[in-house]
């Protein structure tokens, strides 16, 4: 069965920088498209990012263009997402979840734990 498993959370100062990781087995994760999706207090999923199965369709959601990266390692079977200047509205649980094709679909079938991301001074 598949399964994810996040990892990197912590808490930051604002403008710090964290990397998650997100590491899946029981399947192959060269052949689906991934996304990150987070929480953050009293409030619902928000979408932050999603990728491809080749890592050549990557999107972000606005408020944190320029500032995240999402990436793969496809030979290591572990997503990551870069986030740097990181904000106070940037805490949230991440979670990482599997879509059930090769094309950013946004229809995901396997969620990770999540991590906890807070930042604040």
């Known amino acids: 069965e598949a399964r994810l498993v996040e990892s990197g959370g912590g808490l930051v100062q604002p403008g710090g920088s964290l990397r998650l990781s997100c590491a899946a087995s029981?399947?192959?994760?060269?052949?689906?498209?991934m996304g990150w999706v987070r929480q953050a207090p009293g409030k619902g999923l928000e979408w932050v990012s999603v990728?491809?199965?080749?890592?050549?369709?990557?999107r972000y959601e606005d408020s944190v263009k320029g500032r995240f990266t999402i990436s793969r390692d496809n030979a290591k079977n572990t997503l990551y997402l870069e986030m740097n200047g990181l904000k106070p509205e940037d805490t949230a649980v991440y979670y990482c979840?599997?879509?059930?094709?090769?094309?950013?679909?946004?229809?995901?079938?396997?969620w990770g734990q999540g991590t906890q991301v807070t930042v604040s001074s």
């Open positions: 029981g399947f192959t994760l060269s052949n689906y498209a």
């Open positions: 990728i491809n199965s080749g890592g050549g369709n990557i």
């Open positions: 979840a599997k879509d059930l094709w090769t094309i950013v679909a946004g229809v995901y079938d396997y």
